[in-house]
């Protein structure tokens, strides 16, 4: 399966989403996370994001393993999301930053 990382945190710039040929992606507040049920590991949508958040799970840092726990089950309880929207309001600002875990809204 493929992993929404902690790049994500505070951007959802949703390019992602408009290029799965699935529906696999949940939106949270401030995070989109893919649901490992569905996802058929095409990775078109690893190149189209623009902070690099997405990965193969066998390519995952080993810093970020957590997120794979945190995709799988976020996913059951989050909404769906079928197309892209307008990233949030400071997603340029939360694209500097590093070490964004603790900001995950859940
Ligand atoms: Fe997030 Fe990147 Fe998609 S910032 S919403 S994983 S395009």
Redesign the pocket.
Same mark, same amino acid.
């Given at each position: 399966t493929h992993v929404?990382g902690e790049?994500?945190i505070g951007?959802?710039?949703?390019?992602?989403?408009a290029l799965c040929p699935v529906e696999c992606?949940h939106e949270g507040p401030n995070?989109?996370v893919i649901n490992p049920d569905v996802c058929i590991d095409c990775g078109v949508?690893v190149a *189209?994001?623009?902070? *690099?958040?997405?990965f193969d799970e066998k390519d995952l840092p080993e810093a970020q393993r957590e997120y794979v726990e945190l995709n799988l089950r976020l996913a059951q309880s989050w909404p769906l999301i079928t197309g892209s929207k307008e990233?949030m309001p400071e997603?340029d600002a939360w694209?500097e930053k590093s070490s964004k875990r603790e900001y995950l809204v859940e």
């Open positions: 929404v790049a994500c951007c959802k710039y949703t390019d992602c989403v992606f995070f989109l949508c *189209e994001c623009p902070v *690099e958040a997405i990233p997603a694209a």
